[in-house]
């Protein structure tokens, strides 16, 4: 591949790269006088799924090209669902004009504008039909409402995100329902809420969370700065988070003001639906996020766990992702390609902190902290499509591998994996600073650097590969980028680890992965990846197969179903009961599988049992880990 040559030049020329995005840009549109005049009634979505929009826009004659967001900041990809746009009508003065559909740009409107015209009155119907991904599959149930600003207007095709203003309203379901977003400016008549006028930028990374059952819990308040979860929930007894985990979040708080000494946003709201009905999500925003769990995860401890996980993630993409954004994805319009690469750094190093800050906030045991390690990289290094792609092809694929069938995966490698594998890049990378300055530079010492720098409001700061080697460089002399040339841009057989210089050391045994187990509980799937080779689903229907494991040369497969293991009807505790039994014997063991409605018997040969991965100290060592672990929590003015 030529990506290591492409990174190399971005080294030599960092500064004069920033500017890349600007260059990709389209012809800016004629400037605007008045702001969008944006309506979304969302009164009857509970029932009919579907959202009434209502715009006035400022044209000008001849002709007016109208844009449907395509590429949506946060998700990665072109997301769009302008196939849920329906009834699109266009008119001025009263009189219906009308309009053609781009033959190569279908997000793309175009309208003859009669002489004398100024405004044009626009309106469609949003169908929220509960499929797709992100914010598409999220809508209203009978409870809640989920606005994602993106997916209800239509905006001047070639018009900078940064200068278009939008005066925005929404109309409830309910007069009795309560609206949190980071919108300033709301007033309120009844189930009528109106904000102050906000670009189009700073409209879309605001969404709004509705409900009847609401609940919020303020983490910070203090120096005009406040921080809050902001709980929409199917029923009250959902929203019962006991003190102990709430002073945990708050924590939380506490803990990412340690690692960036600044923050980027004065009133940050956690956008949280739990609920059963409505899906789950996650997507960062400057002074929000749009996060969803199922209805257990305020309630029961593995749902706080991987809520607290969920949270701290989005957090931390305010700094790393929202205010410091690859040049790449900082595009001043919707409709701009967004070029993923260094996905890697912008989502690898915030996996790396939304499990490390639970864990320094209490919210995650230093136990479960180091089995998630230890299965993360488990699963990186059974993976057979790592001896061919190379982890910077998964970063540069996401627009597509997000939406990838979410089997084989082993084979394909995911978009999961920048995450997963990014995390133990910056765990390693957070060893060898430690190591190279015996403990006087840290990754959290680079990243307040960096990332967090002095306070702001939420604004982007870009910056390329380039810059971003050069400041870890001169915090840390190091070549870096031969670092990163090695470990994200070559194949590389191993995922980087940074265990034995932090004094542990990754082994197996057949002692159940407390994370991994407690995944698999919540899926209610079975995971025999590092012992039989493959991974089934909660019917018992194989996901991953990995090649030249021994159900691959058993002759097992993706899509089969297991219905029994040597005359056994299957269930994850009877396999792993014949999984134990096979470490003691010599024959292989019996499955029976059905595909396609008919039945085969597989012989599978394995006798090393089964294998958890984990970490265990090193004797004799001093334990970086848990330093690294530690709360590092103090105020920040």
């Avoid at 008045?34 to 209502?54: E, F, M, Q």
């Avoid at 998964?394 to 591998?401: C, I, K, M, V």
């Avoid at 698999?520 to 080779?533: E, P």
Wanted: charged share 20%.
């Amino acid at each position: 591949m030529e990506r290591g040559a492409m990174a190399l030049t971005r080294v030599l020329c960092g500064a004069a790269l920033s500017v890349l995005t600007i260059a990709f840009s389209v012809a800016p549109a004629a400037a605007q006088t008045a702001p969008i005049r944006l309506l979304v009634d969302a009164s009857s979505a509970p029932v009919t799924s579907v959202v009434h929009v209502h715009e006035t826009i400022e044209v000008r004659p001849p002709r007016a090209d109208l844009a449907y967001p395509r590429w949506v900041p946060g998700e990665h990809g072109p997301n769009g669902p302008i196939a849920d746009l329906s009834g699109l009508r266009v008119s001025a003065r009263g009189v219906q004009l009308p309009w053609t559909r781009d033959f190569a740009d279908l997000n793309e409107f175009h309208i003859a504008v009669p002489s004398g015209v100024s405004e044009l009155d626009v309106d469609f119907d949003f169908l929220g039909s509960g499929g797709g991904t992100y914010g598409e599959s999220r809508l209203a149930t009978s409870t809640i409402l989920a606005i994602n600003w993106n997916q209800f207007f239509v905006y001047p095709q070639n018009a900078n995100i940064a200068k278009v203003l939008v005066s925005p309203t929404v109309v409830l379901p309910g007069a009795t329902w309560t609206a949190e977003t980071a919108l300033p400016g709301a007033v309120r008549y009844g189930n009528r809420v109106s904000y102050a006028p906000a670009t189009l930028e700073r409209l879309v990374d605001s969404p709004l969370d509705a409900g009847d059952v609401f609940r919020r819990f303020m983490l910070l308040d203090r120096g005009g700065f406040t921080n809050e979860i902001d709980a929409f929930a199917d029923r009250p007894d959902q929203l019962a988070l006991p003190e102990r985990q709430l002073g945990g979040f708050k924590a939380m708080v506490a803990e990412m003001d340690a690692v960036y000494g600044a923050r980027h946003w004065q009133h940050y709201h956690f956008l949280l639906t739990v609920s059963d009905a409505m899906p789950g999500n996650g997507v960062e925003h400057g002074s929000s996020s749009d996060d969803g769990t199922e209805g257990d995860g305020l309630t029961d401890p593995a749902g706080i766990v991987d809520t607290a996980g969920l949270l701290a993630h989005e957090f931390n993409h305010s700094w790393d992702g929202k205010y410091r954004r690859p040049a790449d994805l900082a595009t001043n319009n919707f409709q701009i390609p967004e070029q993923t690469e260094l996905l890697w750094i912008y989502e690898g190093m915030t996996q790396f902190y939304g499990d490390l800050i639970p864990t320094r906030a209490g919210l995650w045991t230093p136990q479960r902290y180091r089995e998630v390690l230890a299965n993360v990289y488990a699963v990186e290094d059974h993976a057979p499509g790592r001896l061919v792609r190379p982890l910077i092809d998964t970063a540069t694929s996401a627009p597509f591998l997000y939406h990838a069938p979410r089997v084989m995966t082993a084979e394909r490698r995911s978009a999961g994996d920048f995450y997963i594998e990014g995390e133990l890049l910056w765990l390693d990378v957070a060893a060898k600073l430690d190591a190279m300055s015996h403990g006087a530079r840290s990754l959290d010492g680079f990243c307040r650097r960096f990332f967090g720098m002095e306070n702001t409001p939420p604004i982007v700061n870009p910056y390329t590969y380039g810059q971003f080697v050069a400041a870890l460089s001169a915090y840390q002399p190091y070549d870096w980028n031969a670092y990163f040339q090695s470990r994200v841009y070559a194949v590389a057989p191993h995922p980087p680890s940074g265990f034995e210089s932090l004094g542990w050391r990754l082994v197996y045994n057949d002692t159940p992965n407390e994370a991994a187990l407690e995944r698999q509980k919540r899926r209610h799937g079975f995971d025999a990846a590092f012992s039989l080779g493959f991974s089934a689903d909660h019917s018992g229907t194989l996901t991953d197969v990995m090649s030249g494991s021994p159900a691959a040369r058993a002759g097992l497969g993706v899509g089969d179903t297991l219905v029994a293991v040597n005359s056994r009807e299957y269930s994850p505790d009877v396999l792993r009961d014949e999984i134990r039994s096979a470490e003691r014997g010599s024959g292989p063991m019996q499955f029976l599988v059905k595909k396609n409605g008919l039945f085969r018997t597989v012989a599978v040969t394995a006798h090393e049992g089964l294998r958890y991965p984990h970490l265990v100290r090193i004797a004799g060592t001093p334990d970086r880990l848990e330093l690294l672990v530690a709360p590092h929590r103090r105020p920040v003015p």
